[in-house]
């Protein structure tokens, strides 16, 4: 890359039947990427990006959210910017898996597809990997607030038990594992996801460990963030079954992933802390960090 300039960017979208809200946020993202003015208040300014493309996970949708992305005027044309790649519905790890993948920005970025976190909030994440490998947006903030207050009570106790136990078994500290609003540089994106396996709700949280266990620099981004009700993820006895089960089976799918003592941490590049690691960290004490 030549000196002073700015990286490319991905942007992926895993969607799993979601015509009717596709349409709204890809106007929403769009928009946002076409203007080159101030942002709204609390924003930034797309200015602050390179180039830029757009990649929509389909997940196997029965309602034509594929065709109806397809159709689009910036995903025809020779300077298409709007992609869509087509999978059988195997859950959301699985498509965001897929999609960072087949990146080709040099940063990649994934985000909800009803854009929860807004689109101005790219940049700060793009800023932030100007010197870390990760950064993971938190709607939990320096200040003691926390974006996810908006969210219905039930949605939020639970959240808040899966956060004692993926930071007790899993994550260390992070305060947010779950924000749909992440981003990576492409060589550390191929190495994480290429070694994901869990497709629940539960990837992110796998992400995490092996970010850590890697040696990565990871940077927690302040973002903002709304709730958008219409989610099709219901809370059932077998869901939260499958969290507990695929939080307990991450250390142990990863327990031979070569580790990176030395070079990782939490908003910074030392080591982490003695008392940020979770258990499976210490077995990866010793070994040699991952180049970029």
Request: charged letters at 25%; glycine letters at 12%; proline letters at 7%.
């Amino acid at each position: 890359m030549p000196p002073g300039a700015r990286p490319s960017l991905t942007i992926v979208l895993p969607a799993f039947d979601e015509a009717a809200r596709i349409g709204p946020a890809l106007d929403e993202l769009f928009g946002y990427l076409g203007r080159l003015g101030p942002p709204r208040e609390g924003g930034r300014s797309a200015a602050d990006l390179g180039q830029w493309d757009v990649l929509v996970v389909d997940d196997g949708s029965t309602d034509g959210t594929a065709a109806h992305v397809e159709s689009r005027p910036e995903a025809n044309g020779l300077d298409a910017r709007l992609r869509v790649l087509r999978r059988e519905h195997e859950g959301k790890g699985s498509a965001v898996r897929a999609g960072m993948l087949a990146a080709t920005g040099d940063l990649v970025v994934f985000a909800d597809a009803d854009l929860a976190t807004p689109p101005d909030q790219l940049p700060l994440l793009t800023e932030a990997l100007a010197d870390h490998d990760v950064a993971l947006g938190s709607r939990a903030h320096p200040d003691g607030s926390d974006r996810r207050a908006t969210q219905p009570l039930h949605r939020r106790f639970l959240g808040r038990v899966f956060h004692l136990l993926a930071g007790a078994w899993v994550t260390g500290s992070v305060p947010d594992t779950q924000c749909g609003f992440k981003g990576f540089h492409r060589d550390v994106a191929q190495d994480l996801f290429s070694r994901q396996r869990i497709e629940s709700i539960v990837f992110d949280a796998e992400i995490i460990h092996l970010a850590r266990r890697r040696g990565y620099r990871i940077a927690l981004v302040p973002v903002q963030w709304s709730d958008k009700r219409g989610s099709r993820m219901r809370v059932h006895a077998g869901l939260a079954g499958r969290v507990f089960l695929d939080l307990l089976r991450i250390p142990l799918i990863h327990r031979g992933v070569p580790g990176g003592a030395g070079s990782g941490g939490i908003l910074g590049r030392g080591r982490l802390p003695a008392n940020d690691r979770s258990p499976s960290d210490e077995q990866s004490a010793g070994s040699s960090s991952p180049t970029r």
